[in-house]
């Protein structure tokens, strides 16, 4: 049985009716990949900002810092292993992903997180805390919405429905056990203020248009023919 | 304040950042990995920031411009120590050579950032954040691979063996030293090395690697007086390459 298709073309090709299996690929030798979030302003909300792959945690804190914050403004990175983010089902543009888990209907509806008795009560109940993330859009980039005290990463994404479960859009949640997460030290925030002369750095510095101009004026027998 | 001292100085203050800068930039698309390559660039460019703000500084001293100072000297001219000029061999000689070089320099620049020179302290206040990115990029890898395979331990050991003489060769103290110390322009050599080894010492001591005893080892000296080993020229060759055709070139 072959491929029929309303494209004649395909068609005529013989294609097999259900797609072959890949052959089975030898497993890569590379190292684990880890998740990058970046604060560009101080004060503002940590953001997704792109993957790394690296040997250790510490090594992608070191290689999140070049790829990510070499070139933009950043005053905090936050690193954690890809295989530590618990993402949710995507949901529509418009509404709310929370609205499609099952459960959770009667969950407390403040969030757990007053310092001293009540959060020492929490973590001796074998709770502790979670980092939320919300995508708002397709094709933007994750945002730190606030964290939250639980038991496991589903209880957590109960726990976040109850207390961020009004904000819309959410199209898409990530769920990251905060003990996951390497943190920039706040002892440390002067690696992130560099030296003002670096415009060299930047593609923008290298204007090179006047010298074409000119190097064409001075030498009109190099100019391309029209 | 004594200018002739200061200005001695800041040229081995600049002249190890430029030529450090210079020859670990020749990892450039080299690197063990893509995101190591480019973090070693551009902790390289830093470095040849750095020698541009302390020559600025010279040249506010009356010194000439950065591009003259940095590109028209010769071997004899330059102040840096011979750790720093040495070709970049194997990575684990970069990694050691960072890892002993930052942590000197991270203190130094500490140190000047309470500097009785304002204009200098104002520079190390700025650059310090940088350099304790360097010493934290540094002391990362080290613990990483000094606790690793056979191989990796064995090759930073040999590395730090060797490395070792040189590194002592940046606390080589010139005529400048008791006046930088007295006027409060900045702590001293034996200061910074004290402080050098008890870091070092602490960060090793989390890895397989061994710390010799380093009151046996003889440092290599010269470089702050004009001697240098028979790699500086060549590298100076082939940095000021360009300059030397045309020194009115912008790019």
């Known amino acids: 049985m072959s491929l029929t298709s309303l ?43 792109g993957p790394v792959h690296a040997p250790s945690l510490e090594v992608a804190f070191l290689f999140g810092k070049e790829q990510y914050s070499r070139r933009f403004a950043c005053t905090g990175l936050w690193v954690t292993p890809t295989s530590a983010v618990q993402v949710t089902a995507y949901g529509d543009d418009a509404g709310s992903v929370y609205d499609t888990l099952s459960g959770g209907q009667n969950e407390p509806t403040e969030a757990p997180l007053s310092e001293s008795a009540e959060e020492q009560a929490a973590y001796a109940a074998g709770e502790e805390d979670y980092d939320i993330f919300h995508l708002k859009k397709r094709g933007k980039a994750h945002m730190h919405v606030g964290k939250v005290h639980a038991s496991s990463h589903a209880m957590a994404l109960q726990q976040a429905k109850a207390v961020f479960g009004d904000q819309r859009p959410v199209v898409n949640v990530w769920v990251i056990r905060s003990a996951d997460i390497l943190r920039s030290d706040e002892e440390d925030r002067d690696i992130w203020s560099t030296t003002p002369e670096k415009k060299y750095r930047d593609a923008l510095a290298y204007k090179v248009q006047d010298k074409i101009e000119r190097f064409k004026a001075e030498n009109p027998e190099n100019a391309p023919q029209a | 304040m004594n200018t002739d001292a200061l200005k001695d100085l800041l040229y081995r203050l600049a002249d190890d950042q430029l030529i450090l800068g210079h020859r670990n930039s020749e990892w450039n698309g080299l690197g063990p990995i893509l995101e190591e390559d480019i973090a070693f660039s551009s902790m390289a460019q830093d470095k040849l920031g750095h020698s541009l703000q302390l020559y600025t500084l010279l040249h506010q001293l009356g010194e000439a411009e950065p591009d003259t100072v940095a590109f028209t000297r010769n071997a004899p001219q330059f102040h840096c120590a011979q750790l720093v000029e040495l070709p970049i061999g194997e990575y684990d000689f970069s990694l050691i050579r960072h890892f002993l070089y930052d942590h000197a320099e991270i203190l130094r620049f500490e140190a000047l950032s309470h500097s009785s020179y304002e204009p200098l302290a104002q520079v190390a206040r700025k650059l310090k954040g940088e350099l304790k990115y360097h010493t934290l990029h540094a002391n990362t890898w080290i613990k990483q691979l000094g606790s690793s395979t056979e191989e990796a331990i064995e090759r930073l050991q040999n590395s730090l063996n060797y490395t070792l003489p040189y590194a002592l060769g940046l606390f080589e103290k010139t005529a400048a030293e008791d006046d930088v110390i007295s006027e409060g322009i900045f702590v001293g050599e034996d200061e910074i090395r004290a402080r050098w080894q008890e870091n070092i010492t602490k960060l090793l001591s989390q890895t397989a690697l061994n710390l010799p005893d380093l009151t046996t080892l003889t440092p290599v000296y010269g470089g702050r007086f004009g001697e240098h080993t028979e790699y500086l020229q060549p590298l100076l060759d082939e940095m000021a390459e360009v300059f030397r055709v045309d020194p009115t070139a912008e790019w």
Do not use: C, M, N
Request: hydrophobic share 30%; proline share 14%.
């Open chain 1, 7 to 49: 494209d004649p073309r395909i068609s005529r090709l013989g294609l097999p009716d259900s797609p072959l299996l890949p052959p089975d690929k030898p497993e890569l030798d590379q190292f684990e990949t880890y998740e990058v979030f970046h604060q560009k302003k101080e004060g503002t909300a940590y953001a997704y900002v």
